[in-house]
Every structure is written in structure tokens, then in C-alpha cells.
């Protein structure tokens, strides 16, 4: 049974209306990769201009929108996109859109995109 909450707490608890989706992602890169290189094109390029949050490194990390909003799957497939086109990274994958306050393990199980 649903509890009915206030909208000030379904706020607060980032429910509801209020939830904040984003996905996760995971790449390794090639031996001779520059990564402090790919993470500022990847922040100039993929990141900055759909006004995302990024958590992490070259390696992985968890991507969301600033503020109180969710990324949308065009936002999440431009990502990945652009970073699988990078030729630094030989795998990567990356879960679906999940609940960046209360996803579980099972909703963060990533899927191989690259490799």
C-alpha cells in the first residue's frame, strides 16, 4: 500500500514527481590511453552542453542531471554514443535509466555496449 506523503516530503525524499533518474556506466581504455585527456573532452563535449552531472572517471561513473531533474534517454544515448566512438575506450557498458536516490543492485546491471 502507497503512503500518501505531502509534497514538501515527497520532495525532500526525492519520490514520486520528484524522482531523479541517471544511468551508470563502465569502460575500459586502451594501454596508452591519455584518461586525464578523455575525461576533459568527455566533460566539454558530452557532459557540459546537455547540462549533465558526471561522478567518476574514464573508467566509470554515474551521470545525472544538475538540478532536480532526470536524464532522458536521448540524453543517455548521446553520451554513450560519443563515448564508444572514442577509439581510447575498447568496452564499455551501461545500465538503464535508474533511481539515482534509491536504485537497487538488479536496476544497476549493466548491459555491454562496446567490445
Same mark, same amino acid.
Given at each position: 500500500?502507497?503512503?500518501?506523503?505531502?509534497?514538501?516530503?515527497?520532495? !525532500?525524499?526525492?519520490?514520486?514527481? $520528484?524522482?531523479?533518474?541517471?544511468?551508470? $556506466?563502465? *569502460?575500459? @581504455? +586502451?594501454?596508452? +590511453?591519455?584518461?586525464? +585527456?578523455?575525461?576533459?573532452?568527455?566533460?566539454?563535449?558530452?557532459?557540459?552542453?546537455?547540462?549533465?552531472? $558526471?561522478?567518476?572517471?574514464?573508467? &566509470? &561513473?554515474?551521470?545525472?542531471? @544538475?538540478? #532536480?531533474?532526470?536524464?532522458?534517454?536521448?540524453? #543517455?544515448? *548521446?553520451?554513450?554514443?560519443?563515448?564508444? +566512438? #572514442?577509439?581510447?575506450?575498447?568496452?564499455?557498458?551501461?545500465?538503464?535509466?535508474?533511481?539515482?536516490?534509491?536504485?537497487?543492485?538488479?536496476?544497476?546491471? #549493466?548491459? !555491454?555496449?562496446? &567490445?
Amino acid at each position: 500500500m502507497a503512503k500518501t506523503r505531502s509534497r514538501r516530503l515527497r520532495k !525532500k525524499l526525492h519520490v514520486g514527481e $520528484f524522482q531523479q533518474l541517471g544511468f551508470l $556506466f563502465e *569502460a575500459e @581504455l +586502451a594501454p596508452d +590511453a591519455d584518461d586525464e +585527456a578523455l575525461v576533459d573532452s568527455f566533460l566539454t563535449q558530452a557532459i557540459g552542453p546537455r547540462n549533465l552531472s $558526471f561522478g567518476g572517471w574514464a573508467t &566509470g &561513473g554515474a551521470i545525472d542531471k @544538475l538540478g #532536480r531533474q532526470s536524464v532522458t534517454e536521448d540524453d #543517455r544515448s *548521446a553520451v554513450l554514443t560519443w563515448l564508444a +566512438a #572514442r577509439p581510447e575506450v575498447t568496452t564499455l557498458s551501461a545500465s538503464g535509466l535508474v533511481d539515482m536516490w534509491y536504485s537497487t543492485p538488479e536496476a544497476q546491471q #549493466r548491459t !555491454k555496449l562496446k &567490445g
